[in-house]
């Protein structure tokens, strides 16, 4: 608190010397209008202390303006060439030939290998755009006779395109990485998408827009502008109200299907707002990709003065809008009202919130795959899943996992667990959430407190992953360790204060339930901790060879069973291949590979490769020693056909009506079962068959799916 009030008086303190308080008065309004006069204010020095303060410079728009002024009439680029492009890019322009240039050598430069045409709409501008065709071999370009305005402009030259898709640029913008790439991606992961746009932000590297929210008044707020686009709430993919024409794409058969933007809105403006709620009225969505990002030089091509020019239809095109769609307005929220919901579309749908201690490294962990995967059930039941965070820098390829799906991940200054500043978000929007799911006693014990005395209205559920205390009871009695013991107990004790404080439990395994039941007197809900799809094809006994160990070795039980697996069992089966794969790989399994020729080691395998392995090989094996709980390693062996060779450990928690294996848990028997399983085609081959049965009748989705439906 200390830290945060020096923060706040040092931001006064530049207020107070700063030329530029018109422009602070003016955001400090917005923050106002969006949240109230006591949250306005500690919002906007919050941010202001050092959250994100971007440099208000010009030096980018300057260097920009150079690159403009510098334009080189004798570069020659070979754009790609396709009959039929995935996309057609449309560029519609009116002078500005400079900025329209430095516009195509970002598409070129940041969307390599991509399927696409570059069409520029030039609506009979004085200037002399024929030049780009000198530069830019491959250039469609297209200018009219007469000047038609934006609109129509953008309306006459889509007959041209060829592509499956429209992308309609502004030519005052720059296109980042993978620009085309994201956008395309939407289409691929969302079968009901009808459009979608980009992320656009401002030339000194503030927010400009991340979807646009169009009011009951029809009114429109350019959600997020001038704030920071790193934020949580402007990086996952979600429905949008609106998107803007500076970045827009949409599929050809609906832009033909709803036919183009409606002319009532010529010359220019509500144009592509008027299309998004098109889209939706036939059937589709409208979405916003994070990951596509365009730099957007906003009032290059018709200014900022709103009484004059073109620019004076934004006025007159808003209040066409509201009448067209003065009924779908309806049920939207008045102004600055409810950004919660209305960012994203989200009214009436069911909210959860997970907390856990990192976003899923699902190619890393078991427990990892099964918050994933409730993650994906609850998804597939229509909730909105935000994912808080309690550190500042989880993985960002994993991030951007959860966001890519639509999930908004929480993290950041604002979430890091030891400061607590999470609980400002916490008051503010916990009775939006019909469940908070808590993972781990370790992370979530603070929360839970917080939640039950600010007397939060929805419900509260608690997954422990497993009954870690009784491994490491184990393991403290084989080892007649004191501490050990110690340490159990304690984490028993938060591991009870969790569930029951919470209005009931997530269990995985029968012995689990069992065990709880005895004591824990909150309801406790079987769910399975994976699901998988079934296999189409399987490969065959005499197409496999070698065995192969599956586990992150992060987790103690891991190191201790290969540990005794190679130094007790291999030694036997030796002249059997024999790979093992996982992350955090320990430094005696590369010692061990030294020793045995046929021994492989692969570190952080990717999901695709992990699946490869397990169609080559023939038998997995499972030595745990310690451990808790449903194994993923086992269940996933059986998913994919191959037989287990496993210890008492390693079948913890399965439900053993029907069950075909038998635990082995001596060293000498346990290689003899390995041996003789390994050469045995038509046990091989029974046990190959059952483990497929076993998982479609016990580990499914629609068993997890109804367990999360009977909770929200």
């Known amino acids: ?230 934020a949580p709430e402007y990086n996952y993919v979600k429905e949008s109200d609106y998107i803007s024409g500076a970045s827009l794409m949409v599929k050809r058969s609906v832009w033909d299907e709803i036919g183009g933007f409606d002319e009532r809105y010529a010359p220019a403006y509500n144009e592509d707002s008027d299309l998004c709620f098109a889209v939706r009225k036939a059937g589709y969505k409208v979405y916003y990709q994070p990951f596509s990002v365009v730099i957007h030089f906003e009032g290059m091509s018709h200014g900022r003065d709103v009484s004059k020019g073109v620019k004076k239809y934004q006025v007159v095109n808003r209040e066409k809008f509201y009448e067209k769609w003065k009924q779908e307005l309806s049920q939207k929220a008045s102004k600055d009202q409810d950004f919660f919901h209305e960012r994203d579309r989200s009214k009436g749908a069911k909210h959860v919130l997970i907390v856990d201690h990192n976003v899923p490294t699902v190619d890393k962990d078991a427990g990892s795959r099964t918050i994933n995967n409730f993650v994906d059930s609850l998804i597939s039941l229509g909730c909105k899943v935000k994912f808080l965070v309690p550190n500042m820098y989880p993985l960002a390829s994993y991030n951007k996992l959860l966001q890519q799906k639509g999930v908004e991940v929480l993290h950041g200054d604002d979430f890091v667990h030891w400061r607590h500043e999470w609980e400002r978000y916490m008051m503010q929007n916990m009775n939006h959430f019909s469940m908070i799911l808590l993972s781990r006693s370790s992370i979530c014990m603070p929360y839970v407190k917080f939640l039950r005395k600010n007397n939060y209205k929805g419900r509260i559920i608690y997954y422990g992953h497993d009954l870690g205390y009784l491994r490491l009871q184990e393991e403290a009695k084989l080892k007649n360790d004191a501490s050990l013991i110690k340490e159990a107990d304690n984490i028993k004790a938060n591991e009870d204060f969790m569930y029951n404080q919470s209005d009931g439990a997530l269990v995985i395994s029968y012995e689990e339930q069992q065990y709880l039941e005895a004591y824990i007197k909150k309801p406790l809900y079987m769910v399975p901790p994976y699901y998988f799809d079934s296999l189409q094809v399987v490969p065959a006994f005499d197409e496999r060879k070698g065995m192969l160990y599956v586990g992150g070795f992060h987790h103690p039980p891991n190191r201790d069973a290969m540990k005794w697996f190679l130094e007790e069992i291999y030694p036997s089966v030796s002249s059997i291949p024999m790979t093992i794969a996982g992350s955090e790989m320990p430094q005696f399994i590369y010692d061990f590979q030294q020793k045995y020729p046929l021994l492989t080691v692969k570190a952080d395998v990717p999901v695709d490769e992990l699946k490869q392995l397990y169609s080559q090989a023939r038998i997995v094996v499972v030595p745990l020693t310690l451990g808790a709980g449903v194994k993923g390693k086992v269940v996933e062996a059986m998913a994919y056909g191959v037989p287990i060779v496993g210890t008492s450990k390693a079948f913890e928690g399965l439900s053993k009506d029907g069950f075909l294996y038998e635990s082995i848990d001596d060293a000498s028997v346990f290689a003899k079962e390995v041996e003789a399983l390994y050469n045995d085609a038509a046990r091989w081959q029974t046990l190959s068959l059952f483990g497929l049965q076993y998982i479609k009748t016990h580990f499914n989705q629609e068993k997890m799916k109804a367990v999360f439906k009977q909770l929200i």
Not at 30 to 41: A, L, N, P
Not at 68 to 82: G, H, I
Not at 152 to 161: I, M, R
Request: hydrophobic letters at 35%; charged letters at 25%; aromatic letters at 12%.
């Open 1 to 230: 608190m200390l830290n945060k009030l020096k923060k706040y008086y040092n931001y006064v303190e530049r207020f107070a010397k700063s030329p530029n308080k018109m422009k602070i008065f003016t955001e400090l309004n917005q923050e106002i209008k969006d949240k109230g006069v006591i949250e306005g204010v500690q919002s906007l020095l919050h941010m202001k202390s050092g959250k994100y303060v971007p440099e208000i410079s010009y030096d980018f728009v300057k260097q920009q303006l150079a690159i403009a002024e510098q334009y080189d009439k004798s570069v020659e680029v070979t754009l790609p060439y396709f009959e039929k492009p995935k996309v057609s890019i449309i560029i519609p322009i009116y002078n500005q030939i400079e900025f329209t240039y430095s516009c195509i050598m970002s598409i070129f430069e940041n969307n390599k290998g991509m399927s696409y045409e570059i069409i520029v709409a030039d609506d009979n501008s004085p200037d002399d755009s024929s030049v780009l065709n000198s530069n830019f071999k491959n250039l469609r370009l297209f200018k009219n006779e007469t000047n038609k305005g934006f609109l129509k402009n953008c309306n006459d030259v889509v007959k041209n395109a060829r592509g499956e898709y429209l992308l309609f640029l502004n030519n005052d913008t720059q296109v980042l990485t993978d620009w085309l790439k994201e956008l395309l991606f939407i289409f691929e992961q969302f079968p009901d998408a009808g459009a979608v746009g980009s992320k656009l932000i401002y030339p000194n590297g503030m927010l400009q827009e991340a979807g646009g929210i169009v009011w009951k008044d029809g009114s429109a707020t350019n959600f997020g502008g001038r704030r920071n686009p790193d």
